[in-house]
Nanobody
Framework: EVQLQASGGGLIQPGGSLRLSCAAS??????????VAWFRQVPGKDREGIAC????????YYDDSVKGRFTISFDAVKKTMYLQMENLSSEDTAVYYC????????????????????WGQGTQVTVSS
């Protein structure tokens, strides 16, 4: 079983930056092929995949709403994924969830189905002055 622990959320002013972290642990976290992703969700709306990267040949994915501002990365040694968020606005306010998928199929099925193998608990990001 893979456990994901997200951290780094909080209150930030518009235009500011935050880095979210998500540490993976437990059995199943050492698969050679995997996909990691970040989703976010606001009340009354579906959980939205905003960034994704995997060990497959596909390039990293970014939703248009965050492209150019957010960067997803993964540290294989620390087994930790990150989401670097720049130039934040009120529209970025949401609960952010990390996701881990033990799959060789890349980001497309994870993003389309919104059913990764494992979810983190979520961390709140609030952008407000």
């Amino acid at each position: 079983e893979v456990q994901l622990q997200a951290s780094g959320g909080g209150l930030i002013q518009p235009g500011g930056s935050l880095r979210l972290s998500c540490a993976a642990s437990g059995s199943g976290s050492d698969f050679p092929d995997f996909t990691v992703a970040w989703f976010r969700q606001v009340p009354g709306k579906d959980r939205e995949g905003i960034a994704c990267i995997g060990t497959g040949p596909e390039a990293a994915y970014y939703d248009d709403s965050v492209k150019g501002r957010f960067t997803i990365s993964f540290d294989a040694v620390k087994k930790t994924m990150y989401l670097q968020m720049e130039n934040l606005s009120s529209e970025d306010t949401a609960v952010y969830y990390c996701a881990f998928d033990n799959s060789r199929n890349g980001c497309i099925p994870v993003l389309r189905t919104r059913r990764p193998d494992h979810w983190g608990q979520g961390t709140q990001v609030t952008v407000s002055s």
